[in-house]
């Protein structure tokens, strides 16, 4: 069969299917209220072992037991409140906002604290951001969390934070007519371009230098940072983790140290050497889209002015020197990777 062919009949299917399973749960901005009942103390007494814990989730005046376990990497050793994967069991959730869905990674607020709570609500900003830019991007929800530990012991500070969660990479497969394709390593021929570009030029806009092409040391699959999907004109790169963003410029981040760079807030371009075109036209989108990117901070709750100043300053960094197509171009090409 032709792929291409094979490809449209894919999207077709699934357009006519709708969302999997009917999914609510990023249909809607909202705030959702949500308290989660466990073991929490003891969770995170034993976080590397990954062990799943049963838990009561309320929303909406309806509750539910689910299974929660630690999830992550680097936040796994250097977070108070380490992220969470949420494990539904099918039809325990019907009727509620969480319809349809069977795992789900939960961004938790790290550090017991204020600043904590502003970090993550930073990462949030960068994947609404991102989402402003391709359809081809995680979409995410925001929580207003109580959580409650049915031993006692958990710190007063952790107590009420917000969260979000990460759309499931099935619902994104779903909802973009693609499927999830895991590579042993990846060739830039083989990626779609204008995806690429939009996600090289994005990386630079939040300072982020922490993701790549390339699969990641105790990874089987590429690429670090990044889900690979297949579709019928290439393979798309979705980005995410966003926590070493010069743009949340999180306490425990730091730059790589080939970089050579002071902090985390100064950008380093790490694209791929690519045509120039592609690369042109997705700096044009991103600037076209200033005003909606910029509007993304002004809309996020939880921040207050001072947040969102920082934010914008930031961001309008970049759009300075944006300003100079030319020169942000050739500077692009001085630093890109072969």
Known sequence: MNPNYRWLCLAIGLAAAGPVDGAPLFEEEAVLEIGLTGPLSELFSNRAE??????????????????????????????????LRLNFERGHTAGTAFAGQHRLKLVTHCINDDRGEIDLLEEYVAYRLFRVLSDFSYRVRLLRLRYADSTGKLDHGAR??????????????????TEP??????????VHSDQAARVFVFQYLIGNTDWSFVTSDGEQHCCHNGKLLSGGDGIYYVPFDFDLAGLVNAPYAKP???????????????????????????????????????????????????????????????????????????????????
């Open 50 to 83: 990954r062990v799943e814990y049963p838990f009561t989730l309320e929303t909406g005046g309806a509750g539910f037991e689910l299974d929660v376990r630690v999830r992550g990497k680097s936040r796994i050793r250097v977070c108070d409140f380490p992220p």
């Open 160 to 177: 009420e934070r917000f969260g979000f969660v990460i759309e499931s990479t099935r619902e994104l497969a779903a909802r973009t007519g």
């Open 181 to 190: 394709l895991d590579l042993a390593a990846l060739r830039l021929s083989r």
């Open 256 to 338: 790589d140290p080939s970089l050579r760079l002071r902090n985390v807030r100064k950008r380093r371009y790490r694209g791929y050497c690519m045509d120039d075109a592609a690369l042109q036209s997705a700096l044009r989108q991103v600037v076209a889209e200033r005003a909606n990117l910029l509007g993304v901070a002004a809309s996020t709750p939880g921040l207050d002015a001072a947040d969102r100043t920082r934010i914008t300053e930031y961001l309008e960094s970049f759009f300075e020197r944006a300003a100079d197509e030319q020169k942000m171009l050739k500077s692009f090409a001085r630093q890109c990777l072969d």
